[in-house]
């Protein structure tokens, strides 16, 4: 029984089922639903942002996805032997952890600067009501429409890397 193969797994399985679950329930329903609300949707991610554990978690459960995902794949591959990273099942792996690679990039250098710039932009905005400078809104609609891309291809690079991590060893 190999006993750091099984902490690993459990590792990475558990931190990367939360962050692909809520990428997914981000994308699929929180995100949505804000940006049904209107107004009122920005002072719902202000205080989810402010009263949760969300900016702290995501970025956790990535890091940890990411370190024992590095290490099972340098295990497996019996390490980076070229043989296996040739075979299906390796190129499968790969694929994944290239996919889970850039989701972690696009989240720590894009998705949270972006959602740091725009609480302070809607909390300029909020402040400034009854009558917002015009470069305010645009500034809120701006970043609200890069932090949804960013999401929308982080969540994209987790699926796939999910999917590459669940077939691989079928391959």
Do not use: C
């Not at 990428?23 to 402010?50: E, N, R, S, Y």
């Not at 024992?68 to 295990?75: A, E, F, K, M, N």
């Not at 302070?120 to 015009?134: D, E, G, I, T, Y």
């Amino acid at each position: 029984m190999d006993e750091t193969m099984i902490i690993l797994r459990l590792v990475h399985i558990f931190s990367g089922s939360f962050w692909v679950g809520t990428d997914l329930l981000m994308m699929l329903v929180i995100v949505p639903a804000v940006a049904a609300l209107g107004p009122t949707g920005g002072a719902f991610m202000q205080g989810m942002q402010k009263h949760t554990r969300y900016a702290q978690l995501m970025p956790l459960a990535s890091l940890l996805t990411i370190l024992s995902g590095l290490w099972l794949y340098t295990r497996v591959s019996d390490g980076f032997n070229r043989d296996w990273m040739e075979s299906t099942a390796g190129l499968t792996l790969t694929i994944g952890a290239i996919a889970g690679l850039l989701a972690f990039f696009d989240g720590m250098l894009l998705i949270g600067p972006t959602m740091k710039r725009l609480d302070v932009a809607q909390h300029n905005l909020m402040a400034s009501n009854p009558h917002p400078r015009p470069e305010l809104v645009a500034e809120v609609q701006r970043l609200k429409a890069r932090s949804t891309f960013a999401m929308q291809s982080t969540t994209v690079l987790s699926v796939i890397s999910l999917a590459g991590m669940a077939i691989a060893r079928y391959m």
